[in-house]
């Protein structure tokens, strides 16, 4: 089975900054890679998805590169509405999800 | 604009069932895959279940494979999530979600419900 591993696990960062969160796959996912926004009690939003695509209405500011194992979100210049929780996903096989990056107000 | 709304979750015992439901508007339900997502409290995403817009094919998590049930009423435009013997391990909320593709599957999910929260207890 295809494992997930998402890094860091927390992130703290000032508005403004630019930030980067990591995804690796335990084997070559190709670009079958998808990041989506968790806010505190709400649904996950689509971001990125095929790792560098960025969906309707999601703005520039974010961004997605990466293929085969090894995989990043961008985010740069951070925005006070973008401090959530950030999820990795595999589609090239059964979907996983990575465990979660919580980026948090410094 | 397109819209999920998930209900039946609540507290059940465990070894009981439930049925969770998803009413889907504001675009072509019998059109598209969907899936059910699950997080348990204070933890990360698990994908559950998909069935094909025509519910030809549905596929499970190996963690709910014979106990769950994932079905649709195209002329009704629901998704349902049938779940027997419940276990604590199951307490979770539980999204609907559909895929990104028309007459096909891409394991995307965009857009999602606001949820319904299961909670298996005694």
């Known amino acids: 089975d295809i494992q997930m591993t998402q890094s860091p696990s927390s992130l703290s960062a000032s508005v403004g900054d630019r930030i980067t969160i990591t995804c690796r796959a335990s084997?070559?996912?190709?670009?079958?890679l998808n990041w989506y926004q968790q806010k505190p009690g709400k649904a996950p939003k689509l971001l990125i998805y095929?790792?560098?695509s960025l969906q309707s209405g999601v703005p520039s500011r974010f961004s997605g590169s990466g293929s085969g194992t090894d995989f990043t979100l961008t985010i740069s210049s951070l925005q006070p509405e973008d401090f959530a929780t950030y999820y990795c996903?595999?589609?090239?096989?059964?979907?996983?999800f990575g465990q979660g990056t919580k980026l948090e107000i410094k | 604009q397109v819209q999920l709304v998930e209900s039946g979750g609540g507290v059940v015992q465990p070894g009981r069932s439930l049925r969770l439901s998803c009413a889907a508007s504001?675009?072509?339900?019998?059109?598209?895959?969907m899936h059910w997502v699950r997080q348990a409290p204070g933890k990360g995403l698990e994908w559950v279940a998909v069935?094909?817009?025509?519910?030809?094919?549905?596929y499970y998590a190996d963690s709910v494979k014979g106990r769950f049930t994932i079905s649709r009423d195209n002329s009704k435009n629901t998704l349902y999530l049938q779940m027997n013997s419940l276990r604590a391990e199951d307490t979770a909320v539980y999204y609907c979600?559909?895929?990104?593709?028309?007459?096909?599957?891409?394991?995307?999910?965009?857009?999602w419900g606001q949820g319904t929260l299961v909670t298996v207890s005694s």
């Open positions: 979600a559909r895929d990104i593709k028309v007459w096909g599957l891409t394991n995307w999910f965009d857009p």
């Open positions: 504001g675009f072509t339900f019998s059109n598209y895959g």
């Open positions: 069935i094909w817009y025509d519910g030809s094919n549905k």
């Open positions: 084997q070559s996912i190709s670009s079958c």
């Open positions: 095929a790792a560098s």
């Open positions: 996903q595999q589609s090239y096989s059964t979907p996983l």
